[in-house]
Each structure stands twice: as structure tokens, then as C-alpha cells.
């Protein structure tokens, strides 16, 4: 976000200061030439984004709200704001449905969930993607689970391992968009399934147009959105 360099992944933490706030952080993801971007500054740009898409957005395909978000300039190609990306596509989706009723005191619910756990390099530091617990925040706000309860704790976490299991299929190198895109069209058929809210769907018609922007090399013919240039 600073200089453009291609950034380290560490795998012990390091203690680090933000470039843009000032604050001191644990952290595994730096910039070679010394910079550092917390959570909170590399997601601020995207979350307005997010936002305000959202807000527009009359679609009740989580994907195609997802890919219009991904298509601002200000969405980095790689980072945990995908987790919020597809939360937020998700429950737009589902709010523009009709079937049941989301409020904006739900949608903030989520994001304060999503921002717990969430948190950049994770996936690769303990096999969880951010975008897994935040399709299932969605579950959870919708269904009123919470520790201790019987078949809304359940659904939540079996959408949620479905997710991990399908987004350990497409590692190798990772991929966010590639992982939320997968997540969204699991969450949308587990909806079905287990809620009978229909959403759209589009994920055979989905073309990635970021190919050339990943850092660590796409991973092209492995990919089910990868298409030749």
C-alpha cells in the first residue's frame, strides 16, 4: 500500500509499527524496506467500499455483489478485507431476498464478529481462512446461535467446516478471491438446504479478471475461475 514491494510473510511474529496510525502491533506480514499496515488502515479503504456497494446493491446474487465490490481500484488484490467482502455480499444478498428480515443493528453484528477473526497472514499461519468465520457470523446472526444451543450452533458450524474443507481444495498458492468466491456459492446452497432462502447463483459463469495481479502467482489452469489471456 506504501511502495508497492512485495511483501514477507513471517512465520514467528515480530513486533511492528504502522505506518499510517502510528501504533505498535505483533505482526507477520512486512514490507522489506520497513513499512507495516495494521489491520484496521489496510481495511479502511476497502470497508467504505464495501459499504457502500452494499448500500446500492439490489441483487440477491452474493457473487455478483462480491465481484462488483472486487472491481474497485481501491480493493487490494490479496488481504483479510475479502472476509468482509463476502460477509457483507452474503447478508446483502439474503436482505434483498425478502424472506427475512436484516437489520442494519444484523449486518453491524456481523462485521464486529467478522473483525475478530479476520486477521491478515492467519490462514497460512493457522488453517483458517477469515472468510470461513465470517460467512459464519451470517449464520449465526440469522439463526441466534450462540454457545450452548442445539440446531443453530450446529447449522453455523457445519457451513463453516464445508467452507474450510472447499477453500483447502484451492490452496496452493492462496487465493482470496478465489476462496470467497468458492465460500459464497457453498453458503448459498447450504441456505437452500437448510434455511429454503434461494438466493442466485452465477459462480459457472464467473471469469477472474485479477490474474495477473497476484503476488504469489495464480495459480491459472488449478483454478476454477481462471481463464486464459
Known amino acids: 500500500m506504501l511502495c508497492g514491494t512485495t511483501l514477507e510473510y513471517l512465520a514467528n511474529k515480530t513486533t511492528v509499527k504502522c505506518s499510517y ?3 505498535k502491533f505483533t505482526g507477520y506480514i512486512v514490507c522489506p524496506n520497513g513499512h507495516y499496515v495494521c489491520e484496521g488502515c ?6 467504505y467500499v464495501i459499504k457502500q456497494t452494499c448500500a446500492v446493491a ?3 446474487n452474493p457473487i455478483e455483489i462480491f465481484e462488483k465490490i472486487c472491481n474497485s481500484p481501491d480493493i487490494p488484490m490479496l488481504g483479510c478485507h475479502h472476509a468482509f467482502m463476502a460477509a ?3 447478508i446483502t444478498a439474503i ?3 425478502g424472506t427475512m428480515k436484516v ?3 444484523m449486518i453491524e453484528e456481523i462485521f464486529t464478529r467478522t473483525k475478530q477473526q479476520a486477521i491478515g497472514g492467519y490462514c497460512g499461519l493457522t488453517g483458517i481462512c477469515g472468510i470461513a468465520p465470517a460467512l459464519g457470523s451470517c449464520f449465526a446472526v440469522i439463526l441466534g446461535s ?3 444451543m442445539d440446531r443453530e450452533q450446529k447449522i453455523t458450524m457445519d457451513v463453516v467446516v464445508k467452507i474450510v474443507e472447499a477453500i483447502a481444495e484451492l490452496t496452493g498458492p492462496s487465493c482470496c478471491k478465489a476462496y470467497a468466491r468458492k465460500a459464497l456459492t457453498i453458503a448459498t446452497d447450504f441456505l437452500k438446504d437448510n434455511l ?3 438466493l442466485s447463483s452465477l459462480e459457472t459463469s464467473i471469469i477472474c479478471n485479477h490474474t495477473l495481479n497476484h503476488p504469489h502467482g495464480c495459480r491459472k489452469d488449478k483454478c476454477p475461475y481462471f481463464k486464459s489471456i
Open 196 to 198: 429454503q432462502i434461494v
Open 103 to 105: 437489520s442494519d443493528e
Open 88 to 90: 457483507w455480499a452474503f
Open 95 to 97: 436482505k434483498n431476498e
Open 42 to 47: 489496510h481495511n479502511n479503504s476497502a470497508i
Open 58 to 60: 439490489n441483487s440477491t
Open 21 to 23: 496510525c502510528g501504533e
Open 146 to 148: 450462540k454457545c450452548g
